[in-house]
């Protein structure tokens, strides 16, 4: 099979699933590099947040796999999910956001991988600046928020990104473009409780962004009115203000219940081999294990 026909197959088994997908050669990655750097040097991009938060991207992609030619780009939409909580005889539901759950990332792969493997071709996870590569490759624009939109899905997506030897044509590679719904627009500015959303610059103050901070193992800075908290990880207040999220801010799922017993266990923070089979079952479900170090201390701040 030629190679633009793989790729285009990839995209279209990706659609009929649901999905999105482009596919990209490998050269794009040095490109990725390069604008955060210049972004660094900017100083665009805290130095400081960068190197504890961010210094996970892996853009020396031939160091490690030496016969990648391409990135494979996805988008999976996805919903809120309710989690609820029972203590001292009161339920609490609190929200998950769209991004954390990984239910479609299988799905995705075997899409993918159902493809390549009658060529004999494979497929590596990639650690790449993921809105940064949806808005150059066109699949999405950016929302003054510096959130990626997607066109029929909103910001409501997971996006996940994939290596493989696979080589394939040129692909699109244009210059970031901010929604033009924005241009008038200020609701997630104003919807912002902590100020990270300004007029003055395209990328926000992630410093002060809640969902930097509640994925932080640190506590939580005096400044930060316990009101604002609204999810268990995350935070959703730019992203339910956005009219063009208005189709889908009630797409909400049932997620776990968790009991008295349960939810206890959890503020404790004990740490996971003394969680019991069950309630770790729970969690993982709900892609929480990951964050089992700061569960105790955003869902109590939810809890107030």
């Known amino acids: 099979m030629a190679l633009d026909e793989i790729a285009g197959l990839i995209c279209s088994k990706l659609e009929e699933g649901g999905y999105r997908g482009i596919v990209l050669p490998i050269e794009h990655v040095?490109?990725?590099?390069?604008?955060?750097?210049?972004?660094?040097?900017?100083?665009?991009?805290?130095?400081?947040?960068?190197?504890?938060?961010?210094?996970y991207f892996k853009f020396d992609v031939a160091a490690s796999l030496p016969r990648i030619r391409s990135i494979i780009i996805t988008a999976a939409p996805q919903p809120q999910r309710k989690v609820t909580f029972h203590l001292n005889g009161q339920t609490y539901v609190v929200i998950i956001p769209p991004t954390y759950y990984a239910d479609t990332d299988d799905q995705i792969?075997?899409?993918?991988?159902?493809?390549?493997?009658?060529?004999?071709?494979?497929?590596?996870?990639?650690?790449?600046?993921?809105?940064?590569?949806?808005?150059?490759?066109?699949?999405?624009?950016?929302?003054?928020?510096?959130?990626t939109y997607i066109e029929g899905l909103g910001s409501f997506v997971r996006l996940r990104a994939y290596l493989s030897d696979m080589p394939t044509g040129r692909g699109d590679w244009l210059e970031p473009q901010v929604m033009k719904e924005c241009d008038k627009c200020k609701a997630c500015l104003n919807g912002c409780p902590t100020g990270?959303?300004?007029?003055?610059?395209?990328?926000?103050?992630?410093?002060?962004?809640?969902?930097?901070?509640?994925e932080?193992?640190?506590?939580?800075?005096?400044?930060?009115?316990?009101?604002?908290?609204?999810?268990?990880?995350?935070?959703?207040?730019?992203?339910?203000?956005?009219?063009?999220?208005?189709?889908?801010?009630?797409?909400v799922e049932e997620g776990e219940d968790f009991t008295e017993a349960e939810t206890e266990l959890i503020l404790s923070g004990v740490p996971l081999d003394h969680i019991p089979p069950e309630t770790t079952h729970k969690l993982n479900r709900c892609y929480m294990l990951d964050y089992l170090d700061v569960l105790p201390r955003n869902l109590r701040a939810l809890l107030k």
């Not at 750097?37 to 961010?54: C, H, N, P, V």
């Not at 990270?196 to 509640?214: K, Q, S």
């Not at 640190?218 to 063009?244: R, T, Y």
Request: glycine residues 4%.
């Open 30 to 55: 040095a490109q990725l590099k390069n604008e955060i750097k210049e972004r660094l040097s900017q100083k665009e991009i805290d130095a400081g947040l960068y190197d504890k938060y961010l210094n």
């Open 109 to 147: 792969k075997d899409i993918i991988e159902n493809v390549l493997n009658v060529d004999g071709y494979q497929l590596h996870r990639a650690a790449l600046p993921l809105k940064l590569l949806a808005v150059y490759c066109g699949m999405a624009k950016y929302g003054k928020n510096n959130i």
């Open 196 to 214: 990270a959303i300004v007029p003055d610059r395209f990328l926000i103050h992630a410093e002060r962004c809640i969902t930097f901070h509640n």
């Open 216 to 251: 932080s193992s640190e506590e939580f800075p005096e400044w930060i009115d316990p009101a604002w908290h609204n999810s268990l990880i995350g935070c959703m207040k730019c992203q339910i203000v956005c009219p063009v999220n208005k189709r889908y801010i009630k797409w």
